[in-house]
């Protein structure tokens, strides 16, 4: 057997880290008086019974972090009720999760072993609960991958496309009850990220919970009554509503997260209690999470800020911008507030998409002409666009990595990034569009003007500011844009359809990448890819849908991200990451603003733990949930 060495290393730091001690070591363990608080039909088990018997220890000390006291409820607003679906990704409980240096380690899981990153043996620690008190056991494994993804009704296409490499889905087994193994033919060596990611591949449902909504465990008349409750068409559409993990709506799921969904939609409070079974713990035995209960308040989200800034969020991030910055950090004199500045992860905060998959035959032609591309982002003076809107604490960049990542260059950020006027010009008089002295706009070979319609969800007063300056510098080069403000789904609709020319949209989600992640966002390979989605979607589709790229930077793009799939090694993994970050850039497949953006960071002066300086971005640390939320706590001594 070859394990790998990154794997290796992510094995042992897991296992002899302090994230899988028994719990001899420890006297005793305490847990929440809020517990006794909690109505249940039977009265809890003792903790000891309650935790695995190897729980996930933090070291809290060792992270430079305060053990704290149980205690408190920590008031968050949400912009409707979907939001509440940032509970999941913040709590950030996965089998294998990235650590606050982006470093990979076992979580839920006890430990793991990788063979050439084709065979993946998880280990799961013994004793360990859901939330309702049943066991989490290879049987919640068995059951999705027998009874979801091979069940025609609740998976058509079998096995979900994260599992599919080559066309082909793993051989999966359950070794024992607390083993199971995915194994391909090919290497995987984006399994474990996609387990770690912000919404993972589910790989596991509480079968004991869920069967009772199956076809193949429960009767047709105990499924037609709950069909009718829940008022869904089919059994089918039952499950999936039960199941729902992305959006927590079912307050009776059973999780393995710090706490659990209380409140059924519609609501316009949503309460989170502690998981009275939750897996981890501090180095002082006392289980974790310290805070009791998470509120979701319900608000619009234009006034989430102005209500963060009267001291009605305890702990605020999602709704918040940096032109919020000043009032909020007035705040801080009002009321017992702390105002910090996490850096965005996005490569960059906001980038120009222009759609070379549009149906418009003169502006896919023009797009898919790397000199035009060119010129456009070499005629966008960023200095200004960073004074003006980001008070120039932003980084002017392509759209690209973070100096935060391992694999960062500076010829990538500068990628045909500096404002120069004269060679946007001299390319697009090259291309042959000639300007029309009397319009003041340049001439597409058809005989139209350069006019361009850009669509832009309108969410973010920057975006539009930033435009408007866009446009006026785009105009010296004889280009003339038009915003049109579209619903954030519309928008992606006409894209993919090919009815949008151009979009506006984040740039790279992840921005700080290692070798080991998957350089998936640079070729085509998903039809959410706002420059090439007909092209991303015949990959995601395995061929069967969406056309193959035609343009050859494309598809040398593409192949380079196979290449990189079939790696052995770091080294090699960072040379394609390398290749593939070069021609991104050079291409200008996507025209990036500025990077390294300030996010604010709102929380009660008396919430403990939470960093002052952090990475905030989607991927990779699942907004706060790298940084370890069930180790917050409050200090009612601090002033």
């Not at 619903?487 to 290692?514: C, H, Y």
């Not at 196979?562 to 050079?586: C, I, N, P, Y």
Request: net charge negative; glycine share 6%; aromatic share 10%.
């Amino acid at each position: 057997m070859t394990i790998s060495r990154r794997h290796m290393l992510a094995l042992l730091g897991s296992v002899a880290g302090a994230t899988a001690i028994p719990a001899r070591v420890f006297a005793a363990f305490s847990q929440s008086d809020y517990l006794a608080q909690i109505p249940t039909e039977t009265p809890l088990p003792p903790i000891e019974e309650r935790l695995p018997k190897t729980p996930r220890v933090l070291n809290l000390a060792e992270r430079g972090l305060k053990p704290g006291r149980y205690g408190g409820s920590m008031r968050m607003l949400i912009g409707g009720q979907r939001d509440i679906r940032f509970m999941p990704i913040n709590c950030y409980a996965r089998l294998v999760g990235y650590n606050s240096d982006l470093k990979l380690e076992a979580d839920i899981l006890e430990a793991y072993e990788v063979e050439n990153d084709r065979v993946f043996t998880f280990r799961l620690r013994e004793g360990h609960k859901w939330s309702d008190g049943s066991p989490f056991t290879a049987d919640d494994f068995r059951y999705v991958w027998d009874d979801v993804f091979h069940e025609k009704k609740l998976a058509k296409g079998g096995p979900p496309a994260g599992l599919m490499i080559n066309g082909k889905p793993p051989r999966f087994e359950v070794i024992d009850a607390r083993t199971v193994r995915y194994s391909w033919d090919d290497p995987n060596p984006d399994f474990l990220a996609d387990q770690a990611s912000p919404s993972p591949t589910r790989l596991m449902f509480p079968a004991a919970y869920m069967k009772q909504f199956h076809m193949r465990y429960q009767t047709k008349e105990l499924l037609a009554q709950h069909i009718a409750r829940e008022r869904v068409d089919d059994w089918a559409a039952l499950h999936q509503k039960m199941s729902r993990v992305v959006r927590p709506e079912n307050p009776n799921l059973p999780t393995l997260d710090a706490w659990r969904n209380r409140t059924a939609p519609p609501a316009e409070r949503f309460v989170f209690e502690r998981n009275p079974y939750y897996y981890r713990v501090d180095e002082n035995g006392l289980q974790l999470p310290y805070i009791d209960k998470v509120m979701l308040d319900v608000s619009s989200a234009d006034l989430i800020a102005a209500k963060t800034g009267t001291g009605e969020s305890d702990l605020q991030v999602t709704n918040l911008d940096f032109a919020d910055y000043t009032f909020l950090k007035n705040a801080e004199q009002r009321y017992p507030l702390k105002v910090d500045l996490w850096k965005r992860t996005q490569g960059s905060r906001m980038a120009l998409f222009p759609n070379l998959n549009c149906k418009d035959e003169g502006w896919r032609n023009l797009f898919r002409d790397v000199r035009f591309r060119r010129a456009m982002s070499l005629a966008i003076n960023r200095g200004e666009i960073n004074k003006a809107v980001f008070y120039g604490l932003a980084t002017e960049s392509a759209n690209s990595i973070l100096p935060d990542s391992p694999l960062f260059k500076p010829e990538y950020q500068k990628a045909w990034a500096a404002f120069d006027p004269d060679q946007a010009n001299r390319l697009l008089d090259e291309i042959g569009l000639a300007m029309d002295d009397s319009e003041g706009l340049r001439r597409l070979p058809d005989g139209r003007l350069a006019k361009i319609i850009i669509e832009i969800t309108g969410e973010s007063t920057f975006e539009t500011d930033a435009l408007e300056l866009i446009g006026d510098q785009l105009l010296q080069v004889g280009i003339k844009i038009y915003p049109h403000v579209a619903q954030r789904e519309l928008l992606r609709r006409r894209v993919k359809g090919g009815d949008a020319i151009m979009s506006v949209g984040g740039g790279l989600d992840n921005g700080v990448p290692t070798a080991d992640m998957a350089p998936k966002e640079l070729a085509p390979t998903s039809d959410d890819q706002l420059q090439w989605s007909i092209w991303g979607l015949h990959a995601l589709s395995g061929g069967s849908d969406g056309k193959a790229p035609d343009l050859p930077e494309a598809k040398a793009l593409l192949d380079l991200y196979s290449e990189w799939r079939k790696a052995e090694g770091f080294d090699q993994r960072t040379d394609v990451w390398h290749k593939m970050l070069a021609l991104f850039t050079d291409q200008v497949f996507t025209i990036g603003i500025v990077n390294a953006t300030l996010q604010p960071v709102v929380q009660s002066s008396k919430l403990q733990n939470v960093p002052s300086k952090a990475l905030y971005g989607f991927d990779p640390t699942s907004y706060l949930g790298v940084y370890l939320p069930d180790a917050f706590w409050y200090d009612e001594e601090t002033a």
